[in-house]
């Protein structure tokens, strides 16, 4: 559906030649949601931009079913475009014009007739749940409401594609999902592809079926989610990981008990997927005379399946906390010994 | 009680006066208007980092606003002349007082606009392009709509520049209230006659920043 051929966007600056986006190469299927996650100024922005157009790249080639984007120009891009939706961080509505008349725009763009254009966007209304808000200006509503606007907008022209450039940054958790939650029914309801970008792993944790971990403009991974939370291969993606997972005050707590008590093991295990239903722990204590101390437990749901970790305190001799370790190791689960710092 | 208080106005030569002071306003503000818009956007669209970027382009239209902003109205009426004879066929009266009216206010008009479309969201130009919109449709529907309360409230700032202007140009010959003031008021040394007058282009100010004030909130949804 979408390739990008080792794409590369130099900018030059006063102060030298930037490389903000390096041979990217990424492959996306139709119906998709892939997210593209990095910290800012990764290069993420630029790459999302030349999806449709708004930044070419120096090198490299972009298609889009079967269209090269990066090749195209005048009236061809625009049309083009037309089959592209893109949302905001900052929504980028016209404020003059009413949330009926936002959504109207991309339609009058395209030369919809005036009574089609209505219907359309009547039905655009409903499908992201603002209806009795018609015509209300972009200044009455609320951060959560302009996005749908915003997605309303990108859906007018029936697209195959929907790039989000930060689309929840600039909202609360509640309001980012719901915004994410309607996402994922455009998604399963059309069918559309949709390219997101963001520096929140539980963005990507929450929609995403593949996810690409960009850092200095490189792609440094691309892997399905679950992969990603199982087998983070770069720091990068540990720490994207970790955003999820560890909470820092748990991190704390666990130094301090380290500190605290010199005996015993502090373990951290991680379940992925069936193994998270499986009696691991009373097995562990039915087997070892030891005993154990459940510290911090979370599980989180992705789009293919559980992810779970678990913090034990392992207390006992230290022949016993061997034998249960290389046990626990044994099963499908990532052990991983806590020692001081 | 005008009679009375103001004893040498004559309300028919006023009348007419007050009349050749609206029209000049009025003709050289929509052509001002048009102008203003026409520059203002090609100031902006030129400007770095826009849609028809070109710096040598941007430079001339800067020069010639420039130019024309900084030469004193008074003397641009005199440098006028030749051109206003040639395009009008006359150098008195309202009609002759237009060109200059226009050439004077215009750029001034023109650096307001541009002001006024500077403020535009970049993030909703790109969103149009996104979409992929022309550059007309990119003028029409997305930079004039939304910059449209700093192109009115220019206008009015223009529009009261422009009555000042007026009364200018009527004491060296175009008509209108200052002209009124001039040559029936200081020079027949009626001092009631000048002040009728002043007060008359007070109020004409006075209705045109109320007007102005009024559409510029009414069109603000921001």
Redesign the interface.
């Given at each position: 559906m979408i390739s990008l051929n080792n794409v590369t966007k130099v900018f030059k600056t006063k102060s030298g030649m930037i490389t903000a986006v390096d041979n990217v190469k990424i492959n996306i299927k139709e119906g998709e949601i892939f997210g593209i996650i990095g910290y800012s100024g990764a290069g993420k922005s630029t790459l999302v931009r030349m999806f449709n157009g708004l930044e070419r790249p120096t090198k490299g080639t972009i298609t889009i079913d079967g269209k090269e984007i990066s090749k195209i120009r005048g009236a061809e891009l625009r049309k083009a475009r037309q089959e592209i939706g893109m949302i905001f961080q900052h929504f980028n509505l016209l404020w003059s014009r009413t949330v009926r008349d936002n959504i109207s725009f991309p339609l009058e763009i395209a030369g919809v007739p005036k009574v089609k254009r209505k219907k359309r966007v009547e039905e655009l209304i409903k499908l992201v749940g603002l209806e009795g808000r018609e015509d209300a200006y972009p200044s009455q509503l609320s951060g959560g409401q302009k996005q749908r606007v915003g997605i309303a907008r990108a859906l007018a022209n029936n697209p195959k594609v929907l790039l989000c450039d930060e689309a929840t940054s600039a909202l609360d958790p509640e309001t980012t999902d719901s915004i994410l939650d309607l996402l994922l029914d455009i998604n399963k309801k059309m069918g559309l592809t949709i390219i997101l970008i963001t520096h929140e792993m539980h963005v990507i944790r929450k929609i995403a079926h593949r996810v690409a971990v960009m850092e200095n403009g490189k792609v440094v991974e691309v892997a399905p989610v679950m992969e990603i939370f199982k087998n983070p291969k770069t720091d990068i993606t540990k720490r994207f990981v970790q955003q999820i997972t560890d909470e820092e005050e748990t991190m704390e707590a666990v130094q301090h008990l380290l500190e605290k008590y010199s005996t015993g093991k502090i373990v951290k295990l991680t379940f992925i997927g069936e193994t998270a239903e499986q009696p691991i722990i009373s097995e562990l204590i039915k087997e070892q005379s030891i005993s154990i101390n459940i510290l911090q437990g979370k599980i989180s749901q992705t789009r293919t399946g559980s992810y779970g970790t678990l913090l034990i305190q392992l207390v006992g001799d230290t022949e016993h906390i061997d034998k249960a370790i290389e046990q626990l190791k044994k099963q499908q689960v990532g052990v991983e010994v806590i020692s001081h710092d | 009680m005008i009679e009375a208080l103001f004893p040498n106005v004559e309300m028919d030569k006023f009348w007419e006066k007050t009349y050749e002071t609206l029209y000049m306003t009025g003709i050289s503000l929509v052509f001002i208007f048009i102008f203003g818009i026409l520059l203002g956007l090609l100031l902006f669209l030129t400007s770095k980092g826009n849609i028809w970027h070109n710096q040598f382009i941007n430079w001339m239209i800067a020069a010639v606003v420039n130019i024309f902003r900084a030469i004193p109205f008074v003397i641009l009426i005199i440098l006028l002349i030749p051109f206003t004879k040639g395009i009008m066929g006359t150098m008195i009266g309202p009609n002759a007082a237009l060109p200059a009216l226009i050439i004077g206010s215009a750029p001034f008009y023109a650096r307001m606009v541009e002001i006024g479309l500077r403020e535009v969201?970049k993030?909703?130009i790109?969103?149009?392009?996104?979409?992929?919109?022309?550059t007309s449709?990119i003028i029409f529907?997305?930079l004039l709509?939304?910059s449209?309360p700093a192109i009115v409230s220019g206008l009015t700032v223009t529009a009261i520049a422009l009555v000042g202007y007026t009364a200018i140009a009527g004491i060296i010959g175009a008509g209108g209230l200052g002209n009124y003031a001039h040559q029936y008021g200081f020079v027949r040394g009626n001092n009631d006659v000048t002040l009728f007058g002043t007060i008359a282009i007070l109020i004409i100010v006075f209705i045109i920043q109320f007007i102005g004030d009024f559409i510029t909130k009414r069109?603000d949804?921001?």
């Open positions: - | 969201n993030g909703v790109e969103a149009a392009q996104a979409m992929g919109a022309r449709t529907k997305v709509p939304e449209m069109l949804k921001r």
